[in-house]
């Protein structure tokens, strides 16, 4: 079976550019998180959906991040302008329907350089 | 207070070696536990979930302690391919809001 699909697996761009990271959760989950990890801070929550609707945002740093989940199989980051502190490691992961027992399954990740 | 604290490392252990990593957390209203192993540049990956009664795949022992509100993970006779970084991971809320620990590194040393 698939995994979680992020995509792209690296992005280099300027600062000051939008950049849009992709992901695709594992069918039949319903919750999806968004990771940003950094050797500073480590793993930090940025967002998650539950059923496709944002449940808790307040990891998200600031307005120039944004994301979306237009339906169960694809959700997307926006941050835009992009500055190069938001140079970092983004991981999709997703969850299946059930109690809190249920473990989340990452993507392999987004490494995302803004210059 | 952080709500999930793990101790940084790195630990540095010989070949066959016990080890052993704490992780307190701060909800006691908390519902479940896991560990994840995180390779240098991979993403983290499942290693065990926790059971309240405590419970063991292969060399790898979970505990969990509600009354202090840490839980373990002991690793037996290590491996050389147990180098990583082990997270710890506490999920509460009706939601499943999850909360990652900042990670013990492990280095296993020949």
């Known amino acids: 079976d698939a995994g979680v699909i992020q995509s792209p697996r690296h992005e280099v761009t300027e600062m000051g550019q939008e950049v849009t990271l992709r992901c695709k959760p594992i069918?039949?989950?319903?919750?999806l998180f968004w990771y940003r990890q950094t050797m500073m801070r480590g793993l930090e929550l940025l967002i998650y959906?539950?059923?496709?609707?944002?449940?808790?945002d307040s990891g998200m740093p600031e307005d120039r991040f944004s994301a979306k989940m237009p339906n169960a199989s694809f959700s997307t980051l926006k941050i835009q302008p992009s500055e190069p502190r938001d140079s970092a490691v983004y991981f999709c992961?997703?969850?299946?329907?059930?109690?809190?027992?249920?473990?989340?399954?990452f993507g392999d990740g987004t490494r995302l350089s803004i210059l | 207070r952080k709500e999930v604290e793990q101790d940084p490392g790195p630990f540095n252990v010989p070949e066959g070696a016990t080890v052993a990593f704490n992780c307190t957390y701060s909800?006691?209203?908390?519902?479940?536990f896991f560990w994840y192993r995180q390779d240098c540049r991979k993403e983290p990956k499942l290693l065990m979930s926790?059971?309240?009664s405590g419970n063991e795949d292969g060399r790898f022992t979970a505990q969990l302690n509600r009354a202090s509100q840490y839980i373990s993970l002991l690793i037996r006779d290590s491996k050389l391919s147990d180098s990583a970084t082990y997270l710890c991971?506490?999920?509460?809320?009706?939601?499943?809001?999850?909360?990652f620990g900042t990670g013990t590194k492990l280095q296993v040393i020949p």
């Open positions: 992961a997703s969850s299946p329907p059930g109690q809190t027992n249920q473990p989340q399954h």
């Open positions: 069918s039949g989950h319903n919750s």
């Open positions: 959906f539950n059923n496709n609707v944002p449940i808790d």
């Open positions: 909800n006691s209203a908390s519902q479940s």
């Open positions: 926790v059971y309240s």
């Open positions: 991971v506490v999920r509460s809320g009706g939601y499943q809001k999850v909360t």
